[in-house]
């Protein structure tokens, strides 16, 4: 049998992206040596903590 995880991840999401989006995507893994869930959980974060300030800046536009 497997191990116990401390924080097990059952949801699975998935999104269609461009191959200019993928690419972007592939260079960060690379400069950064993360994985791709682990830098969408990260950028889900960053959104959720400035989405207030991400609003404003569109209803100013």
């Known amino acids: ?3 116990m995880r401390e924080n097990p991840r059952y949801n699975v999401i ?5 191959d200019e ?3 972007h995507l592939e ?3 690379g400069q950064t040596h993360r994985s791709i869930s682990d830098i969408m959980r990260e950028a889900m ?3 959720a903590a400035n989405y207030g300030q991400i609003e404003s800046q569109r209803k100013a536009a």
Do not use: D, W
């Open 14 to 18: 998935s999104m269609r992206i461009s």
């Open 27 to 29: 260079n960060i893994v």
């Open 21 to 23: 989006e993928r690419e």
């Open 1 to 3: 049998m497997g191990r």
């Open 45 to 47: 974060e960053y959104f």
